[in-house]
């Protein structure tokens, strides 16, 4: 079994549409598929409803989500760490206990743009046009992450 986190700040935008997206494209009895925040502000919280109403939009229902922080031990539960900026890439590393743990976390959109080290922008203060658009990114990450893990 593949365990795979997705993280970003605050868990209620980008690493919930992360983990719905992905969890839509892979089989449940193979894969496991969570999200997490680096930050503490929405522990035990819904996804932000703009993330809730783009994944509604393309069939996928992440409402059953609640908002939790990274933590130490994710390094031990999971196989591969998403991140979905370089400021949660640098938080999540700060955590390493080892280069095992480091080598773990990677940049979720350095799957479509190899080594160019960009930025999920973060759409919580920006419009619904925003969190479509990073819909999009992460659809597309998403596919090439789902085509790695299921031939490698």
Known sequence: ?????????????????????????????????????????????????RSIAVASKYGIDITNQRGR??????????????VMDNSNFKNVVKLARNENDI???????????????????????DSNQGFENVFKMLDEATDVIKEKVTLG
């Open 1 to 49: 079994m593949t365990k795979i986190l997705m993280v970003c700040l605050g868990n209620i935008c980008r690493s919930p549409l992360a983990e719905g997206i992905l969890r839509s494209k892979l089989s449940n009895d193979q894969f496991i598929i969570d999200s997490a925040g680096t930050g503490n502000y929405h522990v035990g919280d819904l996804p932000d409803k």
């Open 103 to 125: 080598a773990k976390v990677k940049l979720i959109l350095n799957e479509v743009y190899p080594n160019q080290n960009y930025d999920v922008p973060d759409p919580y203060h």
């Open 69 to 82: 922080q990274f933590s130490v031990n994710d390094f031990d539960a999971f196989d591969l760490i998403y």
